[in-house]
């Protein structure tokens, strides 16, 4: 899933179009599986990032949160290309309605200096726009390395592969309860490629079939109005066994605040 990026065995960081390669994947730029439909009224910091790169119609690479009026969080494996190949999206429910919501350049990307495609840590970009989403409200970061405590449930949001589960390209959302590090930990495959208690969440469905996929790196993990973490890699979709595997925002608020002023 790396983008979900596509991590077991030998990772690649696959930019918009993800696979699994070896034994590891990062979700890539195909929505959620196993989802429900919701609208960028009810989430409207929810950003899609879009590149002129893409292989699909719509041009959906990955998902992003607004933090504040000029820029957005994603994941760092989705910022593969120059910054202007990118455009954010905000208030479009379908990417293939291109006569609502609006969109802006990317002015400035920056991807965190800790992040590493082998281990996948700190899988944190922020891009600056070059046009403000005035009047539309922000995220704020989570700050408290305990909220990610097992049994909370918080919400992910995005326009990736539904696997036939609901239409794609469309904001969905789906509610994934955090298992808790030691369920990823007890993983081995997972701890070979870079998970750790806190630089990750482990959240999603022991039995499978429903998960964040591909195209939906970036976009937001939410917990009581707060961004708690970000889509950043798994194996494969809603499979068995496999969780998500979410970028922890509280550990990396520092430094990405940093980036925000």
Known sequence: MLKRVAILAAVAGLGAVGTVVGSAQTRSADAIVGGTLTSTSEAPWAIALVSSEAPGPNGRWCGGTLVSPTKVIT?????????????????????????????????????????????????????????????????????????????????????????????????QKLAVPVLGDATCL????????????????CAGYPEGGSDACQGDSGGPLVLDNRLLGTVSWGKGCADRGFPGVYAEIAGAAPTLQRQLR
């Open 186 to 201: 007890a993983n081995k495959e997972y701890v070979s490629n870079g998970y750790t208690a806190v630089n990750n969440i």
């Open 75 to 171: 994941a760092a494996h989705c910022v593969v290309r120059p910054a202007a190949s990118y455009t954010a999206v905000q208030g479009r429910d379908d990417l293939s309605d291109a006569g609502t919501g609006q969109t802006s350049a990317i002015s400035r990307a920056w991807v965190h200096p800790g992040y590493t495609t082998k281990e996948h840590r700190n899988d944190f970009a922020v891009l600056t726009l070059a046009r403000p989403f005035t009047g539309v409200p922000t995220l704020r970061l989570e700050t408290d390395p305990k909220a990610d405590r097992q049994g909370a449930v918080p919400v992910v949001y995005g326009w990736g592969d539904t696997q036939d589960t609901g239409p794609g390209d469309t904001l």
